[in-house]
Each structure stands twice: as structure tokens, then as C-alpha cells.
């Protein structure tokens, strides 16, 4: 069983700057990536941010020069600094790990900025 705990969601300012982390513990096996995600609502999931285990990341273009994704390999952690944040930023925001044959969720961390 694989667990996911995020942290560090709240509420800001617009410009402000927030960082989120996420811890996996369990049967973790291999991992491909380490992901953020995040909801608002009344709009579908979107993929924020990758962290592969081969060293590369990727951004959504709207959080591109905004957030940094890092990654702590031997402590299968990953955080999601956040700065210059946005209304449109306002979302719960889901850590997502990809294993070789499974994926798995966080419960997710409610991320509210205000203008």
C-alpha cells in the first residue's frame, strides 16, 4: 500500500508565494515521476509540474518561470514552490507518483489565492 501526504497549502496573496510538499511511504517499488496536479473548480485535473526519476522536468505552460518542482530521490519526497502566485492559481493541488505498473494520489491540499 502506498500513501501520499501533501502539506502546505493555504491561503495568500496575490504575488505571494507558497510551497507545497508531499511525502510517499508504502510498498513504493520503482517510481517513474513524482507529479503535481492540481483542480479547480468546475474545470478538469491538470497536470502543474514533472519530476522524473531520470533527472528532467516538465510545467504546464501558465506556471512556467513561476513554480519549481524538486524532488528528493532517497527520501521519496517532492515539493512544489510556488511564487508570483495568481488567482487563477486557486485549485486543490494533488501530489501524483508513477510507478512502473500503478499510479497513486494524494488526498490533496486546497491552495486559495486571493486578488
Known amino acids: 500500500q502506498v500513501q501520499l501526504v501533501e502539506s502546505g497549502g493555504g491561503l495568500v496573496q496575490a504575488g505571494g508565494s507558497l510551497t507545497l510538499s508531499c511525502a510517499a511511504s508504502g510498498s513504493i517499488g520503482s517510481i517513474k515521476a513524482m507529479r503535481w496536479y492540481r483542480q479547480a473548480p468546475g474545470k478538469q485535473r491538470e497536470l502543474v509540474a514533472s519530476a522524473y526519476t531520470v533527472g528532467n522536468t516538465n510545467y504546464a505552460d501558465s506556471v512556467k518561470g513561476r513554480f519549481t518542482i524538486s524532488r528528493d530521490n532517497a527520501k521519496n519526497t517532492v515539493s512544489l514552490q510556488m511564487s508570483s502566485l495568481k488567482s487563477e492559481d486557486t485549485a486543490v493541488y494533488y501530489c501524483?507518483?508513477?510507478?512502473?505498473?500503478?499510479?497513486?494520489w494524494g488526498p490533496g491540499t486546497q491552495v486559495t489565492v486571493s486578488s
Open positions: 501524483n507518483l508513477l510507478a512502473l505498473s500503478a499510479s497513486y
